[in-house]
Every structure is written in structure tokens, then in C-alpha cells.
């Protein structure tokens, strides 16, 4: 258990200065750029004192190293905003607010994540079933025509956008077969069977794209490992192939889908945008579009900043989880 704390710890220091070094990248590129960040974030129609009001709370006067101090000190202790008639507090963690609406960007957040949570997590259950499921039966029949029908499905899966998949399967089950009514999101604490039937589709069009590329994944890790010499050596002993498929080739192929999965994960939260567009879900991907389209800088910087907090965990998650499959690992 040493040599696997040890490992764990390592881990998560590892995740907690790659964020560092990505909140400064995120820090620099949207608030350090040429150009009037003050005009540029508050918008075109601000008049000069609204211009100057913001200039002041995001602290452009200050060295660079101010304002990043002033950045990070908001994230973990929190900071105060000028309101004009007064003073408005923002707990930690505080990502600014957005000069849009004057809402807080944690607050956005807190409000669009559970719907990006509940699409990404129903679809990952999804896409690993499909996708590994797919992969290894691919594996186990190679060199026969059910082999080659799953390679041509998993090639038009991948090949296929998500938004000509989702208007694909309404066209269908909604329009024709009239089996489910157009989704429409619901919360889970609302309503859960109405939360899950009104996602269904949502997570079909998000997991048929990503399970065409774990079953891809799968179907190589275990074709390599089938032709490894000790699988040849179980062989000879009289060792049933499925025993070998679901003992020894899928063992082989699990690293590749944890890493995968981990990446798809951590991506899929702030980058499922035509999903939640073509299906009408407030995630974070919509409000992140949104927010572009706005140039409403501190919500573009709290979504980003957000994803990659997604992205960095999944991955050390992703690390962790090797790390107890394949112990080897923990001593490399």
C-alpha cells in the first residue's frame, strides 16, 4: 500500500500544478492580449465610466503579477465587486461575474454543470457498454465477415457527425415512431424518470460517436495482445479462447479504454456543444457558445477554466485507476 499511496500522491501533486499551470495560460491568453481588455469584456455599447468601472475590478492598472495574484486570491478566498450603489461579495471559489447579466460566473456554472454532468455521465455508461462490448466481440470473430460488418460500422460511426445522428434518431423515434416526445431537460430531483427518458436521445447521439472509437481501441489493444507469445503458450495447453479473450486479451486492452474514456470524459463536459445545442440542454457547452458570441470574457474564462479542471482530474483519476489494474505501474 506504500508503493501505492506513494503513487497517489504523486498523482495528485502532479494535478494540482498542471491546473496551476493552466489557470496561468487561461489567465494570460484572455486577459493579457493586445487590445482594450476593459472595453472588450464590459462590451461595445459601455460608456467610459462603465469601462473605467471595470478596468478598476479587474485590477489592469496593477502589475501582471497583481492581477494574477488578484485572479487566484478570488478563486480561494473570494472577492468584492463595485455595484455602483454599493458592494457585492463573492465567495470562493469566485470566477468572476459576468458583465451581461451582472450574475455570478460560479453561480452560471453551478446552475449549467449538473445538465453537462447528467449528458456526459449517461453517455459514458453508454459508449463503454457499446464500445468495449463492440471491440471485443470484433476481436474475438477477426478474419470473419461479422468482423468486417462491425469494422464498417464502427468506421460510419466515427465518420458521422453527432448532429446528423441526433436529428437522425427524432426524425425517427420521435417523429415516425412516436415512441418518445421531443426532449425537453428535466431535473433529476424533479422528476428522475422523466429526467432519463427525456435524455435518452441525448445520450445515444453523444455515446454512438465515442463508441465507435473505444470499440476501435479495443478491438486493436486485443488483437495485439492475442498475438503475444504467452497467449500462443495458453493456447498450446489447451486454454479455451474465450477464457484467453475475457482473462488475458481484454485485461490487455483495459489501460487503452481507461486513458481513452478519461480524455473523452474531461473533453466531452465542456465540448458536447452541438448535443446540448441540437437538443436544447442549458449546459455548459451552450452557455460557453453563448458567452463567445457575447464576448463576456469572464464567463468564457470561468467555463474554460472549469473543462480543464474536468479534463486534469479525469486524466489523474484515469492514472489512479491503471495504477490498481496493473500494479506494475505503481513501480515504473
Known amino acids: 500500500m506504500s ?49 473605467h468601472q471595470v478596468a478598476q475590478q479587474l485590477h489592469l492598472d496593477d502589475p501582471l503579477y497583481v ?3 488578484h485572479f487566484l486570491h478570488g478563486i480561494f478566498v473570494g472577492q468584492d465587486f463595485s455595484t455602483g450603489t454599493g458592494v457585492e461579495h463573492c465567495s470562493a ?9 451582472d450574475q455570478q460566473v460560479t453561480d452560471i456554472i453551478l446552475t449549467r454543470l449538473p445538465v453537462s454532468l447528467s449528458l456526459v455521465l449517461g453517455a459514458m455508461v ?12 470484433s476481436a474475438w470473430r477477426r478474419g470473419r465477415f461479422s468482423e468486417r460488418a462491425l ?18 434518431l427524432m426524425i425517427i423515434v420521435c417523429g415516425e415512431l412516436q415512441l418518445l416526445p421531443f426532449p425537453q431537460y428535466v431535473n433529476f430531483t424533479d422528476d428522475p424518470e422523466q429526467w432519463a427518458w427525456n435524455l435518452l436521445l441525448p445520450w445515444l447521439s453523444l455515446a454512438l460517436i465515442e463508441a465507435a472509437n473505444f470499440a476501435r481501441l479495443t478491438r486493436a489493444s486485443m488483437l495485439e495482445t492475442l498475438a503475444e507469445d504467452h497467449i500462443r503458450t495458453f493456447r498450446a495447453y489447451g486454454v479455451g479462447e474465450r477464457a484467453i479473450i475475457a482473462r488475458h486479451a481484454l485485461r490487455g486492452a483495459t489501460a487503452s479504454v481507461i486513458a481513452l474514456n478519461a ?6 463536459v465542456g465540448g458536447a456543444v ?7 440542454l442549458p449546459g455548459i457547452g451552450q452557455e460557453l457558445v453563448h458567452a463567445v458570441q457575447v464576448v ?20 489523474a483519476v484515469a492514472d489512479v485507476l491503471y495504477a490498481v489494474a496493473d500494479r506494475r505501474v505503481v513501480l515504473a
Do not use: H, K
Request: aromatic letters at 12%; proline letters at 5%; one cysteine or more.
Open 67 to 69: 492581477r494574477y495574484w
Open 93 to 101: 471559489p469566485c470566477l468572476g461575474e459576468s458583465y451581461q447579466n
Open 3 to 51: 508503493g501505492l499511496t506513494g503513487f497517489v500522491l504523486r498523482r495528485v501533486l502532479g494535478a494540482a500544478v498542471t491546473l496551476f499551470v493552466l489557470s496561468v495560460i487561461i489567465y494570460v491568453v484572455f486577459y493579457v492580449t493586445p487590445g482594450n481588455v476593459a472595453q472588450i469584456t464590459c462590451g461595445p455599447r459601455c460608456s467610459p465610466e462603465q469601462v
Open 274 to 280: 452541438l448535443t446540448e445545442t441540437l437538443f436544447g
Open 296 to 315: 463576456d470574457l469572464p464567463v468564457v474564462v470561468g467555463m474554460v477554466l472549469v473543462t480543464g479542471f474536468f479534463v486534469v482530474i479525469a486524466n
Open 126 to 137: 453508454i459508449w463503454l457498454l457499446l464500445g468495449v462490448g463492440t471491440g471485443v466481440l
Open 263 to 268: 480524455v473523452t470524459f474531461g473533453s466531452a
Open 151 to 168: 469494422t464498417a460500422i464502427t468506421l460510419a460511426g466515427v465518420a458521422t457527425p453527432v448532429f446528423v445522428i441526433g436529428l437522425v
